[in-house]
């Protein structure tokens, strides 16, 4: 209940008092850790990667698609 | 068993809808990889266009939903024509009723979870059929279609969608990592990157026979080179071309992902103890981006069924007629470029204009009424979202509990009241900052590449936590993942 209670007041405290809800968020914005520069590289090199390397193949996928797109152009009811 | 109850809807249909069976035993890392990565290729396979279609009769509605296809991996006029959209849209609803306590769902028991998720099922195929139907009688196919090709779009159209959902089951049973329809739209959105960017296809643009690289670094070496065009002409379509991707959109679109990655790793540290052993405080990490990407997704969820309601409205019923009384009501559909249609004051305060310039010279109060828009239903999802997910304050605290983990210098019994301070707010702020990246991306005019890369990052990186943690647990037992050590540097 008491969950429940202050989830409501929250609720309600965002919806009347947008002002109020920005000004909780920067403050929260400020509190947080941020990733420092190195571990910034890595999580992007890994990101990156990944992505580059799927939407690769995927892309391939969709070359092999070309001449099936041509075949299918064909049928006609 | 009192009174009837909405997922009882789903008991007739439990034996004919086909379903993925539960792995039989415990399958490996490498393997759950190679399914993951094949589901989304498979899916990105069966962007087929739709067979029966009439050449001579070319349709003259155009598609309405242009910015929802980066988001949704739909591709128009092939048998994913919606995409992932019903199966995000009814698995978020359905989950959302039943935690807000309007379905009655006992997910304790098992016939009550099996039942919920063939509902959710049966829920996601009933709209790709009522949706294929939508754009069928609308004109979208062509104008005089005949019976039995109404009957074969019908089949094409619920087929790749019941096929779609089967793929999305086949990563959610176990089978793969994570939650299937994010994965699969993050692999959807990284293939959209690449050809946008490397696309090597060339692509016929203008009645004299002048063909361009579809991919936008391409057709800038080409540019250099390409006998229509001046040097320095070619350079500067390379940027700002219109009729296919260029540099500039790739730009915004990669460094939004890259922002996005960095916000992911935006997190608030809250120090804990262990009561049994003395002496060794953890950090333990509440994530600004507490709900995830599942906050932009709702936002166009919630923006799909408004704009499928005015198209039923306009395009169905008053036929695109601007003297029709609807039309004056909610505005027409406009034709650009013979691709999209784009709709017309009012309608247009919630459609992302297709160029800066455009947006804000011709609409400049959906700046205002767009981007309200996303941030309300973000943050009001992601309240909704993070006390019924089973992360929420309580869930925690009653985790920390049996672990017999205390809050430093709080008591005990604070340690829900106390992070329930936390959660909620990580979870708004993070809704409402990522509806604002998303927001910027599409008022410059990426027509839904700017809500796909933030949905397509925030799901590769989850797919990345997953990895790095089943790394740790068992320590270089994968092939995969040693030669993925080497490769990134984990």
Redesign the interface.
């Given at each position: 209940m008491?969950?429940e209670k202050?989830?409501n007041n929250?609720?309600e405290k965002?919806m009347d008092a947008p002002l109020e809800?920005v000004r909780?968020?920067n403050q929260?914005?400020s509190?947080?850790?941020?990733?420092d520069l190195k571990?910034?590289m890595?999580?992007?090199?890994?990101?990156g990667?990944?992505?580059?390397a799927?939407?690769?193949?995927?892309?391939v996928?969709?070359?092999?698609?070309?001449p099936?797109?041509y075949v299918?152009?064909q049928?006609?009811? | 068993m009192a009174g009837f109850r909405l997922i009882d809807l789903a008991k007739p249909f439990l034996p004919i809808l086909p379903e993925v069976e539960i792995p039989y035993e415990k399958i490996s890392f490498d393997d759950k990889m190679v399914y993951t990565i094949f589901t989304g290729l498979i899916y990105l396979f069966c962007q087929f266009p739709l067979a029966g279609l009439r050449k001579d009769d070319l349709p003259t509605v155009n598609d309405p939903l242009y910015f929802f296809r980066g988001i949704f991996a739909s591709e128009p006029r092939t048998i994913l024509e919606f995409g992932l959209l019903p199966i995000f849209s009814s698995g978020l609803i359905l989950q959302l009723l039943a935690g807000l306590k309007v379905i009655k769902v006992n997910f304790k028991l098992k016939t009550d979870r099996e039942l919920f998720q063939s509902l959710t099922k049966l829920f996601a195929i009933a709209q790709y059929f009522i949706l294929a139907n939508i754009f069928i009688f609308s004109g979208y196919y062509g104008s005089n279609l005949s019976i039995a090709q109404i009957v074969v779009l019908n089949i094409q159209l619920v087929m790749g969608g019941l096929f779609s959902c089967l793929l999305t089951e086949v990563i959610d049973k176990g089978f793969g990592l994570g939650a299937g329809a994010m994965i699969i739209n993050t692999i959807a959105v990284s293939t959209n990157l690449v050809s946008d960017t490397l696309g090597v296809s060339q692509i016929t643009i203008d009645s004299e026979g002048n063909n361009e690289a579809q991919g936008a670094l391409i057709n800038l070496i080409q540019g250099l080179r390409s006998k229509h065009r001046t040097l320095l002409g070619g350079i500067i379509s390379a940027f700002n071309r219109d009729y296919l991707p260029n540099l500039t959109t790739t730009v915004l679109v990669i460094s939004i992902g890259a922002f996005v990655c960095y916000l992911q790793n935006y997190r608030y540290e809250i120090a804990i103890r262990s009561t049994r052993a003395r002496g060794t405080n953890q950090m333990y990490p509440i994530q600004l981006v507490y709900t995830g990407c599942l906050s932009v997704i709702f936002s166009y969820v919630c923006l799909f069924y408004i704009h499928i309601g005015a198209f039923i409205l306009i395009q169905l019923i008053a036929k695109n007629n601007q003297e029709n009384i609807i039309c004056k009501i909610l505005g027409h559909y406009e034709n650009v470029n013979n691709i999209i249609a784009a709709p017309t004051f009012p309608l247009s305060l919630l459609t992302p204009p297709r160029s800066v310039v455009g947006g804000i010279t011709q609409q400049p109060l959906s700046l205002v009424f767009y981007t309200l828009f996303m941030v309300i239903t973000g943050v009001w999802f992601a309240n909704k979202w993070q006390a019924i997910s089973g992360r929420s304050a309580r869930d925690i605290s009653r985790d920390f509990k049996e672990q017999s983990i205390t809050l430093l210098g709080r008591r005990e019994q604070n340690m829900a009241k106390e992070l329930n301070k936390v959660i909620p707010t990580a979870a708004m702020t993070g809704a409402a900052v990522l509806a604002l990246i998303a927001t910027f991306g599409e008022l410059l005019g990426l027509k839904g590449k700017g809500a796909g890369i933030v949905v397509g990052v925030s799901g590769g990186f989850s797919l990345l936590e997953i990895i790095s943690l089943d790394f740790q647990q068992n320590g270089g037992e994968s092939n995969l993942g040693n030669i993925l050590q080497a490769g990134m540097g984990f």
């Open positions: 008491a969950g202050t989830e929250q609720m965002a809800f909780e968020g929260f914005l509190k947080c850790k941020k990733p571990e910034y890595k999580i992007i090199r890994a990101v990667i990944g992505f580059v799927v939407g690769i193949i995927g892309y996928i969709k070359l092999i698609h070309i099936i797109r299918i152009g049928v006609e009811l | -």
